[in-house]
């Protein structure tokens, strides 16, 4: 891979974990348009999503460079649950993951802008929810307003008592695992 790399995305989480883990990289956010009608989980529909958002931004670019495109999505019953329709589509999301285990994936393409050459991860973790009330449910999303983020929440700004558990890689249901990236780059 060559030596510059740029991230394919707007999402502060993603550059933040990249920030933490010493990457030096450049936001070029992808043009491309994601394929929402699909609900039904695969892997290769999240890494086409990620491989998409990365080629996306080749035709930005001035100079060669390691695009790093990513997606992620929170998967309940087979299911998607991806980013919400406002406030209704955000209490429903939180009330089915409610009492429950769910799993969330991120899938990472590396891809070279030169030769269209690529490297792929999807990496997944599990999360289950406390019972949630109404009230607390009503409550996160007036003062969080997850409408950005797939499955309607943000498991690093959850107070205390909405998630019971986790296992696998914390980062990865942030936004993107780095240990992953780093054996992609």
């Known amino acids: 891979m060559v030596g510059k790399i740029v991230l ?12 933490k883990a010493k990457v030096k990289f450049e936001i070029v956010p992808s043009p491309y348009i994601e394929d ?3 609900t039904v989980f695969s892997y290769e529909f ?11 931004v080749i035709p930005l670019l001035k100079e060669p460079a390691a695009i790093v495109g990513a997606d992620t999505v929170v998967v309940l019953d087979g ?3 991806g980013k919400p329709d406002g406030y209704k589509g955000a209490f429903e ?4 993951l409610s009492g429950r285990t769910h799993f969330v994936v991120t899938s990472i393409v590396v891809m070279d802008s030169q030769t269209g050459e690529y490297k792929k991860n999807s990496t997944t ?23 950005d983020k797939a499955g309607s929440y943000g498991i690093q700004e959850m107070p205390e008592g909405y998630i ?5 890689d914390l980062e990865n249901i942030i ?7 780093m054996d992609l780059l």
């Not at 009230?135 to 969080?144: D, G, H, L, M, R």
């Open 93 to 96: 999301m939180l009330k089915k």
């Open 175 to 181: 936004g993107m695992s780095s240990k992953a990236l």
């Open 36 to 38: 929402h009608t699909t």
């Open 164 to 168: 019971k558990s986790y296992t696998g």
């Open 8 to 19: 394919a995305s707007s999402s502060p989480r993603r550059a933040n974990i990249m920030t």
């Open 46 to 56: 999240i890494e086409n999503l990620a491989y998409n958002k990365a080629k996306a």
């Open 125 to 147: 973790s599990y999360v289950t929810f406390e019972n949630l009330t109404d009230e607390q449910i009503k409550a996160y999303i007036n003062e969080y307003k997850p409408f």
């Open 79 to 81: 299911e998607i649950l």
